[in-house]
């Protein structure tokens, strides 16, 4: 059975930086690629940034490119997004998510297969 499991999120401050994981199990993560995606109520879920299944290749949305990173631990299964100077627009339940073909539907939701619970991120001003 496979499980995606976030952590790491919490209230913070604007300019603040937080990194949130993903624990994997049931699954290999060298096989499969890992998206992150974000959620506000009312709202469809939206697609922040992607790596690739080696870790070798990362894609980012316009909103969070050049403050986010993606990495990923494929030994340890454990995938990460690190944020800098986050803003009150970041507030959002962030899902973590992974695919084997999903690198080349990065930016889908219907391009993963497996999808975490979420963890929740609130910046205040």
């Known amino acids: 059975q496979v499980q995606l499991v976030e952590s790491g999120g919490q209230s913070v401050q604007t300019g603040d930086s937080l990194m949130i994981s993903c624990a994997g199990s049931g699954l290999t993560f060298s096989s499969v690629s890992m998206g992150w995606f974000r959620q506000t109520p009312g709202k469809e879920r939206e697609f922040i940034a992607a790596?690739?299944?080696?870790?070798?290749?990362?894609y980012y949305d316009d909103s969070v490119r050049g403050r986010f990173t993606a990495s990923k631990d494929n030994v340890k299964n454990i995938a990460y997004l690190q944020m800098h100077n986050l803003e009150p627009t970041d507030t959002a339940v962030y899902y973590c998510?992974?695919?084997?073909?999903?690198?080349?539907?990065?930016?889908?939701?219907?391009?993963?297969?497996?999808w975490g619970q979420g963890t929740q991120v609130t910046v205040s001003s």
């Open positions: 790596i690739s299944w080696a870790g070798t290749s990362t």
């Open positions: 998510a992974a695919g084997r073909q999903s690198w080349y539907r990065r930016e889908e939701v219907e391009g993963y297969d497996y």
